[in-house]
């Protein structure tokens, strides 16, 4: 088969692999879409694994072959696969800190050599125990639609570590795919949403997506937009989707008394960032910060997307055959005005 592997930084080759064997208790499942996410994004310009591997991780396909043992799944099923389940049994997942439990750090989707998600590729297997986290997509929905729970459940997991009431005021900073799926799931849950981008054509998607207000450019004036919505209080919460450290000090200025911090987007581990530690102690701000997914959301995160009440469709902008993954790669890493998710499609 056809796979893209990586084979150093900024080096993906495509290349004939063999078509991955299965065990009793696996599937085989042909890729249909593969989306690209941030996180292979940075292992792949910046090298933070060995070679070789094949990434993808927000893979959907279909089943072709099911090993012996399996009977929740038959060939010809259209899935959405998930690559990281937890044990649910361990010290971190009983304190549902999932993402450190040592289950959850195996990738459980691979195309070949050392697991890596395999979505660039024509076929992924699946491991036992990631089976839990396989969910159908219905009829009417489409891959492209099953492909995006992983990155939801990731999102919905995060908005599940605020304390927000009906009627609070959030900021979301930056709408990009992740920002938008933020800016919705906060106003089903009843959030008055400030939407911040650069890009005014993002941020037209961000009011269909549910933002009340919505603001580009300058952050300093951004303050007093924040006083004048709030009368003065302050935020309730904001949400970083943007790894900027200037606005993380200058956001936690905006919140108000008692209010949380959640960054998302700073996944790179760099100089200490300074903040005024007081606002946390004194002020009682709280400092969050959320990882991947939450297995236990997935049956949620499943009625969310597939009902279309936090409609996915609109947020994937840009399809690359796998050949073209280098460049799906390179477009979803410096997106234009009009670029949201890119995905490749396999099949
Ligand atoms: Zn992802
Ligand atoms: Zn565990």
Redesign the pocket.
């Known amino acids: 088969m056809r796979a893209v592997v990586y084979r150093g930084v900024n080096d993906l080759r495509v290349e004939t692999v063999p078509v991955p064997r299965i065990g009793r208790g696996e599937l085989l499942v042909k890729v249909a879409v593969c989306g690209v996410c941030p996180t292979d994004i940075k292992k792949i310009q910046h090298g933070t694994v060995p070679p070789p591997r094949i990434f993808g991780h927000e893979t959907a396909g279909t089943i072709v072959r099911t090993g012996a043992s399996v009977r929740q799944f038959k060939a010809g099923d259209r899935v959405a696969l998930h690559h990281h389940v937890?044990?649910?049994?361990?010290?971190?997942?009983r304190h549902r800190a999932?993402a450190q439990?040592?289950?959850?750090k195996r990738t459980g989707v691979t195309a070949g050599f050392e697991p890596a998600g395999g979505g660039y590729a024509e076929y992924v297997r699946v491991m036992p125990f990631v089976l839990p986290g396989v969910v159908k997509i219905p009829a009417r929905n489409s891959f492209e639609e099953g492909a995006m729970l992983e990155p939801v459940n990731t999102v919905l997991k995060a908005v599940r570590r605020l304390s927000l009431l009906r009627g609070d005021v959030v900021l979301v900073a930056g709408q990009g795919p992740i920002g938008l799926m933020f800016t919705r799931l906060l106003q089903l849950q009843g959030a008055g949403v400030i939407a911040t981008d650069l890009l005014e054509s993002r941020l037209k998607l961000a009011r269909r997506f549910g933002a009340r207000w919505t603001w580009r450019g300058d952050d300093s004036e951004l303050s007093e937009e924040v006083a004048h919505v709030t009368r003065g209080r302050g935020l309730d919460a904001a949400v970083l989707a943007v790894p900027s450290d200037a606005l993380v000090c200058q956001a936690q200025g905006w919140l108000r008394g008692g209010g949380q911090l959640l960054l998302f987007a700073h996944t790179r581990r760099s100089a200490p960032a300074v903040l005024d530690l007081a606002a946390v102690c004194v002020d009682e701000k709280d400092l969050l910060g959320s990882y991947s997914s939450d297995f236990t959301l997935q049956a949620e995160v499943a009625r969310l997307v597939f009902s279309r009440r936090l409609d996915v469709r609109p947020l994937v902008t840009q399809r690359f055959p796998l050949e073209q993954t280098a460049d799906a790669v390179r477009l979803a890493s410096r997106p234009t005005p009009d670029s949201l998710k890119t995905v490749v499609l396999p099949a």
């Open positions: 937890p044990c649910l049994k361990c010290h971190y997942c999932f439990c040592a289950t959850y």
